[in-house]
């Protein structure tokens, strides 16, 4: 593996937050904005996010309808899965606007990781490019950044964001002509099988995520060549790493903290793919690929 990394595309939430030290209050928010469209008590809502948890990960994020993720990997996938569990067992029509998770999302943001700032001197440092690129919106991401970087800071230029990327939507690519999805990028995307089996989750995991490859192909320019010289690093495998990995990049996963832990078919499945992953506790065990 000699062709050194140019270009460490991470995930936001999680990966480089403190998601578990925000999940409280989030629930808390996220259950006081059903109140206008589902009357949930503490009891009802504190069983149904224990139901989700000891189902999960055999059960998936559905928000695209399909299985996309460990259904208790984060608060946010947690609190939408627990939500439509209780539209689906009291019967009522409808479903959740997305405007229960925004503002509850904004009101308790998730604290940066301690040594976030110093991993990102230290790879822009080494000249290599910072991408973030996470289901989380583009403009939230670059105002968070405000908190590690000061007005004028030159190391910013080198942090660049393309998110929005629906990582959760298991979907094909637009067929509209793309000048960043020409034909060999299309013919890479159409060799990605569909899902690979596990009998161990009783579901498969779904590979196909139309909607993160392209974000993808804005990163690179349309140039799926650079996936070799190019790190992924997140904190869910199957939404983060399984595409990119398939793709021939090489991949890092971070822990996840409780209550909400890594599952054990994630720490299997990496350590199938050998020295093209590894992982680690904090955003300093990165340097092992440096």
Not at 27 to 37: C, F, K, N, S, T
């Amino acid at each position: 593996m000699s062709t050194p990394i140019t270009k460490l595309v991470l995930d936001f939430d999680g990966t480089c937050t403190r998601v578990e030290q925000a999940a409280a209050a989030y629930l808390d928010e996220y259950r006081a904005g059903l109140a206008d469209h589902l009357a949930v008590t503490e009891e009802a809502w504190a069983a149904a996010l224990d139901r989700v948890r000891s189902r999960s990960p055999k059960i998936g994020w559905m928000v695209a309808g399909t299985p996309s993720a460990p259904a208790a990997a984060d608060p946010y996938i947690l609190a939408y899965e627990a939500a439509h569990h209780l539209l689906r067992r009291t019967g009522t029509h409808g479903d959740i606007p997305v405007s229960v998770h925004a503002k509850a999302y904004a009101a308790c943001p998730a604290p940066w990781r301690e040594d976030a700032r110093s991993i990102f001197e230290t790879v822009i440092g080494r000249g290599i490019e910072i991408w973030f690129v996470s289901n989380s919106g583009t403009a939230y991401i670059e105002s968070r950044l405000q908190e590690v970087f000061q007005p004028g800071d030159p190391l910013r230029a080198s942090v660049k964001v393309q998110s929005d990327a629906g990582k959760f939507k298991v979907c094909e690519l637009p067929w509209e002509d793309d000048p960043l999805l020409d034909a060999a990028a299309r013919d890479l995307f159409g060799r990605i099988p569909p899902a690979f089996p596990s009998a161990e989750l009783g579901r498969p995991i779904y590979l196909r995520r139309g909607s993160y490859f392209h974000a993808l192909s804005r990163v690179f320019g349309g140039n799926f060549d650079a996936l070799r010289a190019t790190l992924f690093c997140g904190d869910i495998w199957e939404l983060d790493l399984a595409m990119p990995r398939l793709l021939g990049a090489r991949v890092h996963l971070l822990d996840r903290a409780p209550p909400f832990d890594t599952c054990d078919y994630e720490r299997r499945a990496l350590a199938a793919e050998g020295e093209w992953a590894k992982g680690g506790v904090e955003l300093t065990s990165l340097l092992e690929w440096l």
